[in-house]
C-alpha cells in the first residue's frame, strides 16, 4: 500500500494534466474562446464605424433636397416629367447597405473534450490496476523470500 500511493498520485496528475490542456475547460478551449471574444470586438468595431457612417450620411439626407434627389435617381427613381437618357452598356450601380457580421461560437471539441476525458481517466484506471497488481506480484515475491 506504501508503494501504491505515490503511483495513484502520478496517475491523477497525467489525467489531471491532459484535461486542463484538452479538456472542455482546458486551455485549448480557452484560446478558442480567446479568438472568438477577439472577434466579436473587431466586428463591434466595425459596426461602430458603420453607425458613424449612417448618421452622417442620415444628417446630410435630412437637410439636403439635392442630394436627395440624386440618390433617388440611382436608385431609379425619377419625378413625372423628367427626361431620362439611358447608355447601352454602362451599367446602373445600386449601393446595398451592409448591415454587419453574425459571428457564432463555434465550438471545435464537443466530442474532443469527452473522448480525452475518458482517455485520461481510461489511462489513470488501467496504471492503477497496473500497480496495485504489480505491488501484489513484488509482494508475494517477497514473502516467499521470507518461507525460504
Known sequence: MVRLSPALIVVFLIASVLIYLFGDSGVLAFNDLEGYRQRLAANVESLRARNMNLTTELSDLKGNAELNTVLARRLGLYRPGDQVVRVQGLSGHVERYVVGDLLKL?????????????????LSALLTVYVFFSSRTSRRKARGRQGD
Not at 463555434?106 to 481510461?122: F, W
Open 106 to 122: 463555434k465550438k471545435s471539441g464537443d466530442g474532443r473534450s469527452a473522448a480525452v476525458k475518458t482517455a485520461a481517466l481510461s
